[in-house]
């Protein structure tokens, strides 16, 4: 980095936002990092919130209902 250590965190959606996007980028390319990180981890969120639950609901409900009726 020029200009000295900065303490302060990068404003990442400002600068991504930002109409001088291109000369931002070629001064410090490590502030943007590898786009699909955040994105796996979002999808890794919502199954681990909705869809391993709505799984749950529909194929096993009906079966641990059953064996905790049959003890």
Do not use: D
């Amino acid at each position: 980095m020029s200009g000295g250590v900065n303490t302060k965190p990068e404003p990442y959606f400002i600068y991504t936002m930002s109409s001088n996007f291109e000369q931002i980028y070629a001064e410090h390319p490590e502030w943007f990092g590898e786009w699909y990180e955040p994105v796996v981890m979002l999808i890794l969120l919502i199954a681990l919130v909705l869809i391993i639950p709505y799984i749950y609901t529909e194929l096993f409900e009906e079966y641990v209902k059953q064996l905790s009726r049959k003890r």
